[in-house]
Structure formats: C-alpha cells, structure tokens
C-alpha cells in the first residue's frame, strides 16, 4: 500500500529538549516537503527536498532542520524546542512539487511545555 | 511565499450547494488545487485545474478559475454531511506549494 508514515503521531515535551520527528514514504518519490498546520493560517511549509542531499528552505525554516540521506526518509529535528513550535506536523510526498499524486502522512501533534 | 487567501468559515444545509472561494497570487502557477481535510486526518488531494482552463467538473465537484481576478472557486453540488471538513485551495509558486487558510464547511441536516 503506498503510504507515508510518521512517528510519533503524538508527542508532548519540554522547551529545549531536542527531538526528531521521523517521515517514510513507499513511493521512490523525489519531493519530499514538512509543513505545520496552525489554525486559520492553514498549512505552511517548513522544509522540502528536491531529492537526496538536496534540501531548501521553506516558508518558515527557523527552529528546524532536515535531512535528506536516503530517498525514503525525511526526518524533522527540533534542536531546541520552544512553545511556538507547538503545532501539527505533516509530511508530505511526490514525484514532483505540488504533483497530482502529492500524498500526505497522518500527522504529528507536538506539544511543547 | 506567496499569499493565498480563504474564508474561514462556511456553513450550509444538507442538499444545497456549497461554493467555497480562494484567491492566489502567483500568475504562473501552473496547477490550482484543493484539498480536503476530515477530522483528525491528513489532506486528501480532492480536484485540481490545470491553469489554462476555466472551468471542470468532477461529479459533484465544479472548479471554477478565473484567471484575470486570480479567483479560484469550489463548488460542491448536493451537498452532504460527509463534506463536512476543511478545504483548501493551494498554488505551486517555483518549487513550493503554497496553501490558504483553509475554509472550515459545516453541513447542517
């Protein structure tokens, strides 16, 4: 089944605890993207990925970083949680950017104490 | 990235038509697209329209793009609870998608 998997799906921390937020997808995609879902400002994109080791910036980089060593797998670090980072995370998936069969993991609820 | 704007909040009763609208700003995006979230899930790809088309229709669904105002359109015919959700409009501008607020649909019985 094609799917893009994250982990955790839930999660509660405290400020400065660093933390990972991992990301799979099945598909031999290129483009791999992070956004976070905040209410009313709708999805905003954090980091995407072109294809392995290649990696830009998005929307709203600060308090991030990817990586991109394997085609599969786009991991999201929090070197340094802080409050404002509490949000809900979704990895996303697809040949190319914005491509029709653009598929989205199930999300990450991060809470940061 | 650019700005794409909805409204926050539509509400409407079973069997009536919904239309949700959006605006964008990148006149050279290529695709527009919606997307629908359901409560507690992650965002569906619902329908999409290439950038030289004005209009197309999927089933209930009706795109509606105009390109001269920037304004895309939703247009859900016989509208049901199971739409109940929030929709988004987004746009491709270089190698990012850019997504609106969203529009949060509630259907009333």
């Known amino acids: 089944e094609a799917q893009v998997t994250q982990n955790p799906r839930y999660l509660i921390t405290v400020t400065g605890k660093k933390l990972t937020v991992t990301c799979s997808q099945n598909?031999?995609?290129?483009?791999m993207s992070w956004y976070r879902q905040d209410p009313g400002l709708g999805l905003r994109q954090i980091y995407y990925?072109?294809?392995?080791?290649?990696?830009d910036k998005g929307d709203v980089p600060e308090g991030y970083k990817v990586s991109r060593k394997e085609k599969r797998n786009f991991p999201l670090i929090l070197e340094s949680p802080s409050p404002n980072q509490t949000s809900l995370y979704f990895c996303?998936?697809?040949?190319?950017?914005?491509?029709?069969?653009?598929?989205f993991g199930p999300g990450t609820r991060l809470t940061v104490l | 990235g650019e700005d794409v704007e909805q409204s926050l909040f539509l509400s409407v009763r079973e069997g009536d038509s919904s239309v949700i609208n959006c605006t964008y700003t990148?006149?050279?995006?290529?695709?527009l697209y919606w997307y629908k979230q359901e409560p507690g899930a992650g965002l569906q790809l619902l329908t999409y329209?290439?950038?030289?088309?004005d209009m197309k229709q999927d089933q209930r669904l009706t795109v509606l793009l105009n390109k001269k105002d920037k304004h895309l359109s939703l247009r859900i015919a016989d509208t049901q609870t199971g739409d109940s959700a929030i929709y988004f409009c987004?746009?491709?501008?270089?190698?990012?998608?850019?997504f609106g607020g969203g529009t949060r649909l509630m259907v009333k019985p």
């Open positions: 990148d006149s050279s995006s290529t695709y």
């Open positions: 598909m031999n995609h290129e483009y």
């Open positions: 996303a998936s697809s040949f190319r950017p914005g491509g029709l069969t653009q598929y």
């Open positions: 990925s072109m294809n392995v080791e290649v990696t």
């Open positions: 987004a746009e491709i501008a270089g190698n990012m998608l850019t």
């Open positions: 329209i290439f950038s030289n088309m």
